[in-house]
């Protein structure tokens, strides 16, 4: 009897899989990666498990793996990559909660059965926007109440639970403090707004939630960190995936035209550098600085190398269904998804040509 979950995929067992997201890879760009099975085929390869400790039942894959991981899943299909690291990051705040609370969800999240988001964008990158709290937790009576939107929540009409963040603000009304929780989609005042139409990732199923007196499941505990960490690098592992979905493009139009051999060269040097860098400060930590500069070369290489896949692809990768076309599209993406005002103001001065302190630093620089 083959027991479940089976050891993380890498080597030979990850590429079987990608090679099954890439069958599946036009329906799930377009019904979503819950409805095309892409997720149950994570799942089932034991892809799942790898976020999870083993004390939960996980593999507790390492970092290294993981970023591996998802650069593999982002090359041969970024909508399923997408919602993987939104599943993710619900399940790295669940690993914080109470035991009880890891036993009710984590067996079903590890399986597949059910299928978990997080929706904190109100808390991190869309807070700026806002001059009060969109989201608010009142606690009365020891129980809690959440009251408000979540902004950006991908596969919102797709998933059985949702991980989210609100501001709990004291009776004086001078102190507002983040509390987390776990909520279940079907509960009495959750409201899910119809699926957004994107300029790409139509797939990922994202859209707006609105909560009204919602009882949330559970509390989970919030988490101080400072110091070097791993969070966040996710988001580089994605644009390197989508630079070499976009290399192999432009390798194989290499193979009729020796004038872009060196073009190819040349951004796979890059992208190879990145990569480096990526799992080396996966295995070490990394600072928020460090991150954010690693994060501004990603996105550029991403842009540059989709430029120059659809560019050698010529007439036909302009047609809709063309890979260079997607691909370009996709690549718009890297422009807005969570990126930290450092990350944008870097990249706005580079489309401007001009030069700022957060500039994005030569590979030299980075191996430094």
Known sequence: MTSFPPPFPIGSSLAELCQELKTIGAHTREAGPWKSGALSKIATHGGLAGWINKNDGGTEASEKEIMEFLIA???HCLTTALA???????????????PETRARF?????????????????LTTSQRHFDRPVLVATHTNNKWSLNGRCPWVTGADSVDTLVTGAISVDARKTKATPHFFILETKSSGVKIAPAMELLALTGS????????????AAEIASKSESGPQTGGLGTTALAIGSTRAALAILEQESLQRDQLKPIFAELRKEVTVIESMLFQFAEKGIDTQDRNLLRQRANTLVTRTSQAALTASKGA?????????HL??????????SCPQSVTESLLCNFAGLENQTSIPST???KD
């Open 106 to 122: 984590l067996p079903q999240l590890v399986t597949g059965q059910q299928f978990t988001t997080v929706g904190i964008s109100q």
């Open 84 to 98: 993987l690291t939104q599943w993710a990051s619900a399940v790295r705040i669940l690993s914080r909660a109470s």
């Open 317 to 325: 990768g302009f047609v809709k269904g063309h890979p260079a076309e």
């Open 328 to 337: 370009i599209r996709e690549s718009m993406f890297y422009l807005v998804w």
């Open 73 to 75: 899943v982002a090359s």
């Open 364 to 366: 030299n620089q980075l």
């Open 205 to 216: 199923r994202t859209s707006s939630i609105e909560l009204e007196h919602v009882s949330p």
